[in-house]
């Protein structure tokens, strides 16, 4: 006879499902956020890498706010995605310029790829008044702005990396 199952019976099954599938497959997952089940030094790697993340969406937002008195939710996520990949460009062994105009590219794709998810409405931003922009997402200006903003974010976090790292030993 087969029982009809209520709501806690489904999600228990669904929870434990999920809890077996990431149990499974953790070490899938480990170069991006580190192993937290087997080893302590990839657990503070994704704290270190949290507390970077939070940093830069922190500071990206502050510097919105200076630069036009305001700022989204979203650009947390954006800032602190931006961060991160300033950080691993700023790890590669080319000229430090590279890395900047590098940086600058990265942050303008991320600004393209929060724009098109995000900005639909241009309710955060509008670049269609800008000249050489992209669905008003994007526009060369400001892809210009980020290299010296890529200059400062390499170098900070190339600064903040190691002070987060001594906390999270």
């Not at 953790?26 to 949290?50: A, C, D, L």
Request: some cysteine.
């Amino acid at each position: 006879m087969v029982k009809d199952l209520g709501i806690a019976e489904i999600s228990f099954v669904i929870i434990s499902n999920t809890l077996g599938f990431v149990k499974k497959n953790i070490r899938n997952f480990s170069p991006i956020f580190g192993n937290p089940i087997h080893e302590v030094g990839k657990y503070m790697k994704f704290w270190k890498n949290s507390m970077l993340f939070s940093l830069g969406g922190a500071g990206y937002m502050g510097l919105e706010v200076l630069w036009r008195g305001y700022s989204h939710g979203s650009m947390f996520l954006a800032g602190g995605t931006c961060f991160l990949l300033l950080g691993y460009i700023g790890k590669q062994r080319l000229p430090f310029a590279v890395q900047c105009a590098l940086g600058a590219l990265a942050v303008t794709g991320v600004e393209l790829a929060a724009g098109l998810t995000a900005n639909a409405s241009y309710s955060v931003w509008d670049y269609r008044s800008l000249p050489l922009n992209f669905q008003g997402q994007i526009c060369l200006p400001y892809t210009l702005l980020w290299y010296p903003v890529s200059f400062g974010g390499i170098l900070l976090f190339r600064a903040l990396e190691k002070r987060v790292a001594s906390v999270c030993r």
